[in-house]
T-cell receptor
């Protein structure tokens, strides 16, 4: 099966600019996750979707981050405006349900200068 | 917040040796998972152990779980250079099964 696709692979922006990341999960996977991974740390959950509804977004900085999952398939994560501390790898993952193992994409490495 | 904490933070061994990594967590769980991450890549699921299981094997991997001590260990036997990666434990709990990752153990296997 095709894996989780993410784009772009790398992105460099200046602080206060906006940026968007895209994720295409494995076909048929109902649950989609966005994680933020700062260098040297484990992934931190930003938002979890079940189909096109939000299950958990308690750690999403909602003043600058937003995410949507149209039609319960693809998802986009947006940051506006970006801060220096947003520099990280943004990982998308999907699973067939919330009890199953996660399948991760290769992530988008964001550098904010 | 990080639920699981791996120990050690870094481990360097020779090819052919065994590698043991530990994970401690704070709250009750439904299951515990181990993932591997190669440099610059996403995480890959290795093994899932449920709270009512004590030990599980998959190829060269052996995972144990002690819910009374809130700890788990991952043993990689007969390590290979290709096993060089970061290893993370992840725990779930609560009504929405939110998966929380630790900070990871960086394993280096020297040829």
């Amino acid at each position: 099966e095709a894996g989780v696709a993410q784009s772009p692979r790398y992105k460099i922006i200046e602080k206060r600019q906006s940026v968007a990341f895209w994720c295409n999960p494995i076909s048929g996977h109902a649950t989609l996750y966005w994680y933020q991974q700062i260098l040297g740390q484990g992934p931190k959950l930003l938002i979890q979707f079940q189909n096109n509804g939000v299950v958990d977004d308690s750690q999403l900085p909602k003043d600058r981050f937003s995410a949507e999952r149209l039609k319960g398939v693809d998802s986009t994560l947006k940051i506006q405006p970006a801060k220096l501390e947003d520099s990280a790898v943004y990982l998308c993952a999907s699973s067939s349900d919330s009890n199953s193992p996660l399948h991760f994409g290769n992530g988008t490495r964001l550098t904010v200068t | 917040s990080q639920q699981g904490e791996e120990d050690p933070q870094a481990l360097s061994i020779q090819e052919g040796e065994n590698a043991t990594m530990n994970c401690s967590y704070k709250t009750s769980i439904n299951n515990l998972q181990w993932y591997r991450q190669n440099s610059g890549r996403g995480l890959v699921h290795l093994i899932l152990i449920r709270s009512n299981e004590r030990e599980k094997h998959s190829g060269r991997l052996r995972v144990t779980l002690d819910t009374s001590k809130k700890s788990s260990s991952l043993l990689i036997t007969a390590s290979r250079a290709a096993d060089t990666a970061s290893y993370f434990c992840a725990t779930d709990g609560g009504s929405n099964y939110k998966l929380t990752f630790g900070k990871g153990t960086l394993l280096t296997v020297n040829p």
